[in-house]
Nanobody, 124 residues
Framework: QVQLVESGGGLVQAGGSLRLSCAAS????????MGWFRQAPGKAREFVCY????????LYTDSVKGRFTVSRDNARNTVSLQMNSLIPEDTAVYYC?????????????????WGQGTRVTVSS
């Protein structure tokens, strides 16, 4: 069992930056692939990015490529999402998720453990 706690959300103006963090405890973080998802009001939860267990493989959804960067620190059991050049369309609750299996997934169903989410609001 992995417990995940996100932090770092808030209100930011368009063009600004935020750094989200996800702290993991209680399980095998270092052997888990990690994903970030987001859910905007009235919309389904969507994939943002993932990072594999060793941190040398990442994938981003097209809308955040070049603006967001995911990283992880296995010594500190944390995964981070640096978000730059934010736009109002990035407004959502952001969730980190963990998958202890070998597969790398862009699907909600591909992750076993989820945090409670942190809200990001980008004003125009």
């Amino acid at each position: 069992q992995v417990q995940l706690v996100e932090s770092g959300g808030g209100l930011v103006q368009a063009g600004g930056s935020l750094r989200l963090s996800c702290a993991a405890s209680g399980g095998t973080f270092t052997t888990s692939n990690m994903g970030w998802f987001r859910q905007a009001p009235g919309k389904a939860r969507e994939f943002v990015c993932y990072i594999n267990r060793s941190g040398d493989r990442t994938l981003y959804t097209d809308s955040v490529k070049g603006r967001f960067t995911v990283s992880r620190d296995n010594a500190r059991n944390t995964v981070s999402l640096q978000m730059n050049s934010l736009i109002p369309e990035d407004t959502a609750v952001y969730y980190c998720a963990a998958d202890p299996t070998l597969s790398l997934s862009t699907e909600v169903g591909g992750y076993r453990y989820w945090g409670q989410g942190t809200r990001v609001t980008v004003s125009s």
